[in-house]
């Protein structure tokens, strides 16, 4: 049987996620940073930033990883309504290959920032700290499962990521977007080596599965 919901519980271990927000609770402002689909074979990597209320509990808000399908989609409604303010950085495939996947994921940041409708005081960082960024960051090791701002974020970028890759399925259906989201599945894999790659095929991520040819 499923637990029972426990509301104290709930409002108890959102309190655990909260170190950050806590340790820096001086601030007015502070901001979330995370990203998805750094690994991926296809598509764009996609970054957010989310600058959440301090008196906010969002229940069920957790790193994206360990959320449902169904419970992220109905979290990412919740947080952009909540929210103080969000940004979401998108950068293609196209430009991953050309700049490489980190630096197309701190490009991807920094356009998450800019669309911010506030100044953040802070950013609160999932593991990385983004170059050319004047704004105060704190760097978090596995930062979304201690920090609520960061959990936010990584729910926005990795519903938004989804839903892109769900409407490439719909373009390229034999690649099984829908299904993997562009990760190298053993069903991904064996599609780009029967049809070959198609246009949002990261080339610099594939050159094991394809011939020179095909890239």
């Given at each position: 049987?499923?637990?029972?919901?426990?509301?104290?519980?709930?409002?108890?271990?959102?309190?655990?996620?909260?170190?950050?927000?806590?340790?820096?609770?001086?601030?007015?402002?502070?901001?979330?940073?995370?990203?998805?689909?750094?690994?991926?074979?296809?598509?764009?990597?996609?970054?957010?930033?989310?600058?959440?209320?301090?008196?906010?509990?969002?229940?069920?808000?957790?790193?994206?990883?360990?959320l449902t399908e169904k419970r992220r989609s109905m979290l990412f409604d919740e947080i952009k309504e909540k929210?103080?303010?969000?940004?979401?950085?998108?950068?293609?495939?196209?430009?991953?290959?050309?700049?490489?996947i980190l630096q197309a994921t701190y490009k991807a940041m920094r356009i998450a920032i800019s669309q911010l409708s506030v100044v953040p005081d802070i950013?609160?960082?999932?593991?990385?700290?983004?170059?050319?960024?004047?704004?105060?960051?704190?760097?978090?090791?596995?930062?979304?499962?201690?920090?609520?701002?960061?959990?936010?974020?990584?729910?926005?970028?990795?519903?938004?990521?989804?839903?892109?890759?769900?409407?490439?399925?719909?373009?390229?259906?034999?690649?099984?977007?829908?299904?993997?989201?562009?990760?190298?599945?053993?069903?991904?894999?064996?599609?780009?080596?029967?049809?070959?790659?198609?246009?949002?095929?990261?080339?610099?991520?594939?050159?094991?599965?394809?011939?020179?040819?095909?890239?």
């Open positions: 049987m499923p637990k029972k919901f426990n509301l104290d519980e709930e409002l108890a271990r959102l309190e655990k996620m909260k170190l950050y927000e806590n340790k820096y609770s001086e601030l007015e402002y502070i901001c979330g940073i995370d990203e998805a689909g750094r690994g991926p074979l296809a598509g764009p990597v996609v970054a957010a930033a989310c600058i959440l209320p301090k008196d906010c509990n969002i229940l069920f808000l957790n790193d994206s990883k360990k929210a103080v303010s969000f940004g979401i950085g998108i950068v293609s495939e196209k430009e991953i290959d050309d700049i490489n950013l609160l960082n999932d593991a990385v700290r983004i170059p050319e960024v004047s704004i105060r960051q704190v760097p978090i090791i596995k930062g979304d499962a201690k920090s609520v701002s960061i959990a936010a974020a990584s729910i926005l970028a990795k519903v938004t990521r989804d839903r892109i890759m769900e409407e490439y399925d719909a373009v390229y259906p034999e690649y099984g977007f829908a299904k993997h989201k562009g990760y190298g599945t053993g069903q991904h894999i064996a599609a780009i080596k029967e049809k070959g790659p198609c246009e949002i095929h990261r080339r610099t991520f594939i050159g094991n599965f394809v011939g020179k040819k095909d890239q």
